[in-house]
């Protein structure tokens, strides 16, 4: 059962049948060498535990991410994934092929209400547009549901796909924290962003102005 909807996905809590897609979306190296700070190493059983007694149990808010399944044509699918067809395709595999990542918010500093944003997809569902669908619906969750005063985040030097998601969503650079993370070789900076609660609703109005 979703969480929530937006016009492509469906958002809700996590499962156990999840286990098998989130290990192959943390183990996909197009994926951590985009998103994840920590060392590239193989993941398995012992990280999906982690993960939901570490994470999962103590963020402020966890969704995964489900494509409606009338999208499904919109999937890309990568050389030698087993894609099955008609009667013989069952709901775990619905689950697997619809599987699209998770988006999570944590508290920052809870006092000052400043959750730190991530969000986190396969490549079968890149270039949809589904990032931007995602953090739109954190941003308006967060503000109108939650009462934050703050959403932050971090973004690698070099992954110029995710800044522009977060430039169009009203995220604003506040800083630059140099030679953060060694990735591929070499060190690169972390871009942080921002957004205020009355950076949302200037820019809900702004919006709605328009309409």
């Known amino acids: 059962m979703a969480f929530a909807t937006t016009k492509h996905l469906k958002l ?40 939901q007694e570490k994470f999962f149990s103590t963020s402020l808010l966890v969704v995964i991410v489900e494509v409606k399944r009338e999208y499904a044509g919109l999937r890309k699918w990568d050389e030698g994934e087993i894609r099955k067809e008609g009667d013989e395709k069952k709901q775990e595999d619905w689950d697997k092929e619809l599987y699209a990542g998770y988006a999570a918010l944590n508290f920052k500093m809870p006092k000052n209400r400043d959750a730190r944003f ?11 547009g589904f990032a931007t ?56 900076d972390e871009i942080l962003m921002g957004i205020l609660d009355e950076d949302y609703w200037a820019r809900k109005n702004r919006l709605a102005g328009k309409a």
């Open 133 to 188: 669908e995602i953090t739109e619906w954190i941003l308006q969750h967060g503000f109108e549901q939650l009462n934050l005063h703050r959403i932050s985040l971090g973004v690698f030097e070099g992954n110029a796909a995710a800044k522009r998601v977060y430039d169009k969503c009203g995220f604003v650079q506040e800083g630059l924290t140099r030679k953060a993370f060694w990735i591929n070789g070499r060190w690169i």
């Open 12 to 51: 809700r809590a996590c499962r156990e049948s999840d286990k098998d897609s989130y290990l192959a979306q943390e183990n996909d190296q197009r994926v951590t060498r985009t998103a994840s700070p920590v060392f590239v190493v193989p993941k398995g059983d012992s990280s999906w535990k982690e993960v």
């Open 118 to 128: 991530g969000v986190t997809l396969i490549p079968q569902w890149w270039g949809n």
